[in-house]
């Protein structure tokens, strides 16, 4: 079982940069691909991006390469998701997700454990 957190999220200026978080508890985090989902007003909720067990492989939606960025931290049991130059079309709940896949990473449905979300908010 894994119980999953995020935090981070906050209104922000077009243009800005934001780091979210997302806390995992239970000692099997490392064995998890972690993903990061994002569900704007209206729209059903997509992928935007992914990192193995390991930390070696990410894997990113078309839409946020270059700006966003994934990492993880096993010994903190912890993922995080740098943005930068947020848009307003950046508005969202976003979500962190485990996975036991090793592939399929943009699927909701090959994720096990999902946290509650947090929101960014991108305004003038």
């Known amino acids: 079982q894994v119980q999953l957190v995020e935090s981070g999220g906050e209104l922000v200026q077009p243009g800005g940069s934001l780091r979210l978080s997302c806390a995992a508890s239970g000692r099997t985090f490392s064995y998890y691909a972690m993903g990061w989902f994002r569900q704007a007003p209206g729209k059903e909720r997509s992928f935007v991006a992914a990192i193995s067990w390991s930390g070696s492989t990410t894997y990113y939606a078309d839409s946020v390469k270059g700006r966003f960025t994934i990492s993880r931290d096993n010994a903190k049991n912890s993922v995080y998701l740098q943005i930068h130059s947020l848009k307003p079309e950046d508005t969202a709940v976003y979500y962190c997700?485990?996975?036991?896949?090793?592939?399929?990473?943009?699927?909701?449905?090959?994720?096990?454990?999902w946290g509650q979300g947090t929101q960014v908010t991108v305004s003038s």
């Open positions: 997700a485990a996975s036991k896949f090793s592939s399929g990473w943009a699927r909701g449905d090959n994720y096990d454990y």
